[in-house]
């Protein structure tokens, strides 16, 4: 048995500590479970596109886990496709890959391969980005006869997989097309996600999407749609055993409930301006 402990959304740093409260709490928690691996699906600090000294301070914080970790990064890591103020670019690619290691990667655990993708990348037009599809269909394919667990920031979709463009929230319909077909053509049994500040766990055409709660705060009404989904804050807890996989929300105690809603002009000013930010345009 392999147990893989699921973070996501931290936003973690010291320059705006506002989520901080929750670091404690979620060291001690991850600490208990015994895990084998820790990956974090991305949105680690509050503002690595923006400050090295994010990344760098994150890293570390992750550093005392008691258990290796692996992450990808998310929109606030390493900027995002279509964002004015951070794109994503090879300075923050590098500074991620510094700090955090590779935005793509795969791990063999039980009958399994778990595969971390940088869903930054989508649609960037980054020289990367081809690199990255090459080697995920590669790397996919190659799995048989283990099963494949993808990891990665955006979901793929939010409600079907045959949805138009939600914006802000998931995968752009050009790139997901080709996500898809691999996840069909292959035996894609699980997709781990982020960046909703939800929890979720919903099978469809035979996959499962399981969405990682944030452990940093939750988001109103106000500045996001509504969606399927609970407004928890958590982690997730998966424990791998031959072919089959047991998926848990991992509840974690004493996690204040801070809402961005709170203070988001304040952690994200680019957000409360017109235009694409934390919000959807
Ligand atoms: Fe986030
Ligand atoms: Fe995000």
Redesign the pocket.
């Known amino acids: 048995m392999a147990r893989i402990v699921q973070i996501s ?1 931290t936003h973690f740093s010291r320059a705006k500590p506002h989520f901080m409260a929750n670091w404690p709490p979620l060291q001690d928690w991850v600490r208990r479970q015994g895990a084998d691996l820790v990956i974090h699906t ?2 680690a600090t509050v503002d690595g596109a923006g400050s090295e000294d994010d990344l760098r301070d994150v890293a570390r914080m992750m550093q005392s886990l008691e258990a290796p970790l692996l992450a990808v990064p ?3 890591d390493v900027g995002d496709v279509g964002n004015p103020y951070q794109p994503v670019n090879d300075e923050r690619l590098a500074r991620w890959r510094t700090h955090f290691g590779p935005d793509w990667w795969s791990r063999d655990v039980e009958d399994w391969r778990l595969i971390g993708i940088d869903s930054m990348l989508f649609g960037s037009g980054h020289a990367d980005e081809a690199r990255q599809m090459t080697w995920l269909e590669g790397v996919t394919a190659a799995a048989a006869p283990r099963r494949a667990a993808w990891f990665t ?2 979901p793929l979709f939010i409600d079907a997989p045959d949805e138009p463009d939600t914006g802000y929230w998931s995968v752009k319909p050009a790139q997901r097309g080709a996500l898809l077909d691999l996840v069909r053509a292959h035996d894609v049994a699980l997709v781990g996600t ?2 909703l500040h939800r929890w979720r766990d919903a099978t469809v055409d035979g996959c499962r999407y399981v969405w990682c709660p944030s452990s940093g705060f939750l988001v109103g009404p106000d500045n996001q749609p509504d969606m399927p989904g609970e407004k928890w804050l958590g982690a997730v807890v998966y424990d791998f055993d031959g072919p089959d996989v047991a998926v848990r929300f991992g509840e974690v105690p004493d996690l204040a409930t801070l809402w961005i809603d709170d203070v988001l002009g304040d952690v994200y000013p680019h957000a409360v301006r017109p235009g694409p930010g934390l919000l959807p345009e």
């Open positions: 959304d991305g949105d998310g929109n606030h920031h955006r982020g960046h």
